[in-house]
């Protein structure tokens, strides 16, 4: 039986990995996999799974479907791999197989038998379609059940290739374990007033899991915040009051402000900025992209800009979107802010944003969102990965990155 599984729109895109060293488990997966559109991709060790599962530096976009693994042959990853293939929001399920016959306590298992493990990976081949929630008495009974949940997204200085932030992403893993990302729920959060709550929840749960400096993996935490939460006159008091609950450290938090609504009090939020910047808590403005209100926010006491991911991910082949990032890192440079590209997926947008100057990445080529107990396994295969594999050139080498940059449309 697989323990946690998921899909996407295609095998194609999807491969099966196989992590084992057991030549019986090795022809077994093989039979299994027959008729499937890939054949078994081996991995050597458990590092290489990882970087496999999490996206970093495999230079593709898309999660392997399944992982077909011996647990010996993870060796020390073998905690990150299985807290990954458990998570309900993973991409790829794993398939544990039985070594000597011996069942493991905690985690279901198969023999090594042709027709268990091809059971096992048919049953992780669909899923329910997720809808949008729409029953603000169902998110309000989860919210008080402690139902929401958060998932890490690493954001690395492109300079050096060092953690700098973890995004704390929501999730509602709901009790009939169909789990909802942000965007089935959050407007709903949102219209029903609960905005607050759920802001709440997310930073409760994060300030738990990241106060250990060991599980920041060196870096700090960034909590989203809605404009009508950041605007409150006491947001600053109940985040300190939390922090002070899970003794988590205020110089280790970064806020973003949130795009959903936007801004007609300038004023308001100059003042509230000024507040949080007072108590030492940074804000950031996430997703910017083309609109010219977003933009004009900039002239507030911003540390720094994220930059919307189809801005990024439209720069290899339009000269629009890479002009008008250029434009946004010299402003936000200018005004002594940082700049974030968001929806770096590969090597081309990569060396596109290192180009332009920005100053950190986040995205897919860098990691997935992760549960707090892999990030360790994580920050371990990223230091340990192939030297500069999907990124050899993002580091001193701009004027490269200019010229494939300008040579497309």
């Known amino acids: 039986m697989a323990l946690r599984f998921s899909t996407g729109p295609s095998d194609v895109d999807h491969p099966l990995l196989l992590l084992a060293d057991d030549p019986e ?5 093989q039979a ?51 807290a990954t293939a458990l998570d309900p929001f993973s991409h790829t399920g794993i398939v544990v ?9 905690g985690v279901d298992a198969v023999l090594p038998r042709a027709e268990d493990l091809a059971q096992a990976l048919r049953a992780a081949r669909w899923r329910r379609t997720q809808s949008p929630a729409t029953d603000p008495a169902a998110l309000a009974i989860g919210l008080a059940r402690g139902e929401i ?13 060092r953690p700098v932030l973890l995004e704390g992403l929501a999730r509602w893993h709901r009790p009939d374990d169909s789990p909802l990302g942000p965007d089935l729920f959050v407007p709903l959060a949102e219209s029903s007033g ?18 250990p400096a060991a599980a920041r993996v060196g870096a700090s935490l960034s909590v989203n915040l809605p404009l009508t939460v950041l605007l409150e006159q006491d947001v600053l008091s109940w985040l300190n009051g939390l922090m002070a609950r899970h003794n988590f450290p205020a110089s280790a938090l970064t806020l973003e402000l949130t795009e959903t609504i936007p801004v007609r009090d ?144």
């Not at 976009?61 to 992982?67: D, E, T």
């Not at 607050?196 to 930073?203: E, S």
């Open 266 to 409: 300038r004023s308001a939020l100059r003042r509230a900025l000024r507040r949080l910047e007072r108590a030492g808590l940074p804000v950031l403005i996430d997703d910017m992209g083309l609109e010219e209100d977003r933009a004009a926010l900039m002239e507030l006491p911003f540390a720094g800009i994220k930059l919307d991911r189809h801005l990024v991910g439209a720069m290899p082949t339009r000269r629009r979107a890479r002009a008008e990032v250029e434009r946004l890192v010299a402003l936000a440079h200018s005004r002594r802010m940082s700049v974030t590209a968001e929806g770096v997926s590969d090597a081309r947008l990569w060396r596109a944003v290192t180009a332009a100057g920005a100053d950190h990445a986040q995205g897919f080529a860098v990691s997935r969102p992760l549960p707090a107990a892999a990030l360790p396994g994580w920050a371990s295969a990223w230091r340990n990965g192939p030297p500069r594999q999907a990124h050899r050139h993002a580091s001193g080498s701009a004027s490269a990155g200019a010229e494939h940059l300008h040579a497309s449309q």
């Open 97 to 105: 197989v039985r070594e000597d016959g011996v069942a493991m306590a």
């Open 25 to 29: 488990i090795v022809r077994a997966t």
């Open 194 to 211: 609960q905005s607050r709550a759920l802001t709440a929840a997310v930073a409760e749960a994060a300030f738990a899991e990241m106060a």
């Open 32 to 82: 299994a996999a027959r008729g499937m559109a890939h054949a078994p991709q081996r991995v050597a060790d458990g590092r290489t799974a990882l970087r496999h599962l999490f996206g970093t530096g495999t230079g593709s976009g898309s999660p392997p479907r399944h992982l077909v693994c011996q647990p010996s042959a993870a060796g020390s990853s073998w905690p990150a791999l299985l």
């Open 149 to 161: 949940t958060v998932r890490y997204q690493p954001i690395l200085r492109l300079s050096d290739r």
